[in-house]
């Protein structure tokens, strides 16, 4: 009887080694019945609806020979690189080969690897690193058509130029792009990704023109940014003078100056004003008008002067410029004895730019 009992459990004890030994021999086939560099057809979501990929090697992350109830296989799919660039697991059940015939295997894991390597490496050429900086491409940052020209720029010590979502939760490689018609404001650009941005060529391609108007400023041990030339010490100091007599013209440009606003920025900050004087003309003098001087009074001379001037205010990433303001200003002696300007009449305004600072 004993030994009929210890018969039998052996019998039960190579059956279950035997079936052991069958299911990882199975788990073994389904498992490589796709290899890396294997072309497939895919339908991961179940719903019948095939895409072509490729096989890739397995992440470190990867849990390959079993998830639940089926096995896996990790797959790059055509239609989702740009998404999905380091492919996707798909159960195997919903693989199968491509129409198009497997790709020639490679010679042993160890090419299939550096082949795979090299594929990714290509595939992140093609999107991650599609434009270099200094490129001059378009993009549509808004996602709704609208393609704006700009230069790639450097990435930013914060910025991820592998991967980063957008507000669907797809993955897209991205660009530090600065759009020319942002630049004043935005001079350190911002990212555009990869599917949104096309390279310009031609005539279309050229850079916005550099504006050499504006020259060099610095920034001083307390972080004051300078403007790009000395300010004017305000008020202007003067020699008494009698009512009646003629201004000098280099003197009513410096008093122009200070009344406009030449200043330097307050420390620390940034905000330097300059005024430049590009013409002056005194008109013969005339006598004071009470409904039409705002300065003097009965027998002062009023000295009428064409002022034509460009404001430039200096900002830490543009200069905002006002140019070619024309103004008559009524100038008199007041009872000083020092050359004061008066009632104005505006004749033109300014042409308004911002010329970007770039870092």
């Known amino acids: 009887m004993k030994k009929q009992e210890s018969n039998w459990r052996k019998q039960v004890v190579f059956a279950a080694l035997a079936f052991v030994v069958l299911i990882f021999a199975s788990s073994s086939a389904v498992a490589q019945k796709f290899k890396p560099g294997d072309r497939v057809e895919v339908d991961p979501s179940g719903i019948n609806d095939w895409m072509t990929g490729t096989v ?7 849990q390959p020979l079993f998830q639940g109830e089926y096995y896996l296989a990790r797959v790059l799919i055509d239609k989702w690189k740009a998404s999905y660039p380091e492919g996707v697991l798909v159960q195997t059940k919903h693989i199968r080969t491509s129409k198009d015939g497997a790709a020639k295997p490679p010679q042993n894991q160890l090419e299939a690897d550096k082949t795979q390597r090299a594929g990714n490496e290509t595939a992140k050429n093609e999107l991650g690193a ?4 200094g490129d001059r491409v378009e993009c549509d940052g808004s996602g709704i058509n609208d393609w704006l020209k700009g230069t790639v720029l450097p990435f930013k010590e914060n910025d991820n130029p592998g991967l980063e979502k957008d507000k669907t939760g797809k993955y897209f490689y991205i660009h530090r792009v600065r759009l020319d018609k942002y630049a004043s404001t935005k001079p350190e ?3 555009c990704f990869t599917d949104r941005t096309r390279p310009l060529t031609g005539a279309a391609a050229a850079p916005p023109p550099v504006d050499n108007s504006v020259g060099k400023v610095t920034v001083d041990e307390n972080n004051t940014l300078s403007a790009d030339r000395p ?5 202007v100091q003067q020699t008494r003078v009698k009512n009646g007599a003629r201004p000098s013209a280099e003197l009513l440009k410096k008093i122009i100056r200070c009344d406009k606003g030449e200043k330097p920025a307050e420390k620390g900050m940034d905000g330097a004003m300059t005024i430049d004087v590009t013409a002056l003309e005194i008109a013969a003098p ?3 008008v009470a409904s039409r001087d705002s300065g003097g009074r009965p027998g002062t001379i009023i ?3 064409r002022a034509t001037y460009t404001e430039k205010t200096f ?33 033109k305004g300014p042409q308004s730019k911002d010329i970007p600072r770039f870092p």
């Open 56 to 62: 890739l090697p397995f992440l470190e992350k990867d």
């Open 130 to 133: 599609k434009f270099k900086p």
């Open 189 to 191: 650009g911002g990212l």
């Open 231 to 235: 300010i004017l010490d305000c008020p």
């Open 286 to 288: 005339r006598p004071w």
């Open 303 to 305: 000295f009428p002067v």
């Open 315 to 347: 900002y830490r990433t543009r200069t905002v410029v006002g140019e070619n303001w024309i103004r008559i200003i009524n100038f008199y002696v007041n009872e000083f004895g020092e050359w004061q300007s008066g009632s104005e009449e505006p004749v």
